[in-house]
């Protein structure tokens, strides 16, 4: 990978730019808190319940720096997860689906959880840091040859990909739960300190907790081998607390990202997971506030069908007297439907805001499939027409419409797919969005074909 180092880096605007963001930011968070309050049918959430003593402890093997298997999110090469389980407790977390169900025997003889999945958030397994250990891991991941690495994972290390790294622990046992915390914060640094001295490789953060903060010296430390980022899919506190139980605020974060530009560190966000309930208000609000804080990259995506994860959603809902839309996860292709109208409107007001050059979507690969794409389309057509017949000619030039439309849809998944993400002093010839094709399952689009047949 060939890499030139340069002077780009937003520290570079001026005062004046940094003193107009800082506003823009203040009057997202007093819109952001007006609208929590205007949200008052909401009722207010119950504290979740403590959970068992031996679902919260240190696991039984050392932290590692790991290669990791990222298809499309282009976040970095090397994983570095600091605990199994995280006390977050995102309803709509993957990680379940895509890594502890593998450990589920594991779990369930050592730490006493039944189900990895259903008790997502209950158990959070700090891994022992092992300073020898994950000097090995640096000097093997920075001997590593260029040519058996993604260009797309920046040769960066990830904190965190399955966890969060400046989660707060909350154990029944207070002396434990205090070991744990200091262990959690020592370890997290040591880690950073071992990569900055002993190796050339960049880093990624990516949390929900503005814990961060107390790190901000050590990430500045970096330069340009840093970028720092959270996740900020809303910033209605209301609404994230139903799919987001234990982690901090949304307004919260917003303010650590903006005292993060305050010192001039390389931020990215995750305005991510879109949730059903995110209209266009609610997406331009984030985009706006995010703009402000000139990040070098603004990665987006719906919430994706992982395991059990809409169970999770609506079970806890329910149990807090909520009401969510599951509708649009009914069936596959619901999903489908909500996935892509999601993912076309936040290219749509990033387009609006000029943002599109930094946005980065992350379009789920079940996306592709052909004969969903046209089973929906077909089924806009019949909801929209109800009870019109098709001659066969009609039919056919239905069918030769859809080919072009799935045509130009994989043209535009493929677009996202390949993106590399910016890495800050990093120069890359510029990169082009690709083209947002006319909505695919629109009425205006099928009605077009029946004034043309
Ligand atoms: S913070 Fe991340 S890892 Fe933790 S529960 Fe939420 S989405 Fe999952």
């Known amino acids: ?13 001026s005062a004046n730019n940094i003193h107009a963001a800082n506003n823009l930011v203040t009057a997202a968070l007093r819109q952001a808190h007006e609208k929590s309050i205007a949200l008052g049918t909401m009722k207010p959430l119950a504290a979740t319940p403590a959970a068992p003593a031996a679902m919260v402890d240190f696991w039984h093997k050392p932290v590692r720096i790991e290669l990791n298997h990222f298809k499309f999110k282009s976040l970095s090469d090397w994983k570095c997860n600091i605990s199994l389980g995280c006390g977050h407790s995102c309803e709509f977390c993957y990680v379940p689906a895509v890594s502890t ?4 025997p594991v779990l369930k003889k050592r730490y006493g959880v039944e189900d990895p999945g259903a008790q997502w958030g209950d158990y959070v397994l700090l891994r022992p840091f092992d300073e020898g250990r994950v000097m090995k891991d640096i000097q093997a991941a920075e001997n590593r040859p260029l040519s058996e690495l993604s260009l797309d994972g920046n040769r960066a290390v990830m904190l965190c990909t399955t966890t969060d790294p400046y989660q707060t622990i909350t154990a029944p046992d207070k002396a434990l739960q205090k070991r744990l915390n200091a262990e959690r914060a020592h370890m997290v640094r040591r880690i950073l300190e071992l ?7 960049n880093v990624r953060i990516l949390t929900r907790s503005p814990l961060a903060r107390q790190d901000f010296d050590l990430f500045k430390s970096f330069g340009n081998r840093l970028m720092f980022g959270m996740s900020l899919p809303t910033l209605n506190n209301q609404l994230a607390r139903i799919y987001e139980p234990n982690a901090p605020a949304p ?30 208000a609610d997406v331009r609000a984030t985009l706006t506030a995010v703009k402000a804080l000139n990040p070098f990259t603004i990665y987006a995506e719906p919430v994706n069908v992982r395991a059990d994860n809409i169970e999770r959603i609506a079970r806890h809902a329910a ?12 069936t596959r292709n619901d999903w489908r439907a909500y996935a892509m109208d999601s993912l076309r409107m936040v290219q749509r007001l990033a387009q609006e805001l000029g943002l599109e050059s930094k946005l980065h979507l992350w379009p789920d690969a079940d996306l592709k499939s052909e004969n969903c794409f046209h089973e929906i389309r077909k089924a806009a057509w019949k909801r929209h027409h109800p009870g019109v017949k098709l001659t066969l000619e009609q039919r056919a030039e239905l069918n030769r419409l859809s080919a072009i439309a799935y045509a130009e849809h994989r043209v535009w998944l493929g677009g996202w797919w390949s993106r590399i993400s910016e890495w800050p002093g990093v120069e890359r010839a510029a990169w082009t969005p690709p083209a947002l094709p006319a909505d695919p399952f629109s009425v205006p689009a099928l009605q077009a074909l029946k004034a043309n047949t």
């Open 1 to 13: 990978m060939t890499m030139q180092v340069t002077l780009v880096n937003p520290a570079a605007e």
């Open 101 to 104: 169900k593998f450990l589920k």
């Open 195 to 201: 990569i900055r001295d002993h190796s050339t490789l």
């Open 251 to 280: 307004t919260q974060r917003l303010a650590t990202l903006q005292a993060a530009r305050d010192q001039d560190l390389n931020i990215f966000v995750a305005v991510a997971p879109t949730y059903a309930e995110c209209d266009e």
């Open 319 to 330: 149990a807090e007297g909520q009401i969510v839309n599951t509708a649009v996860f009914a």
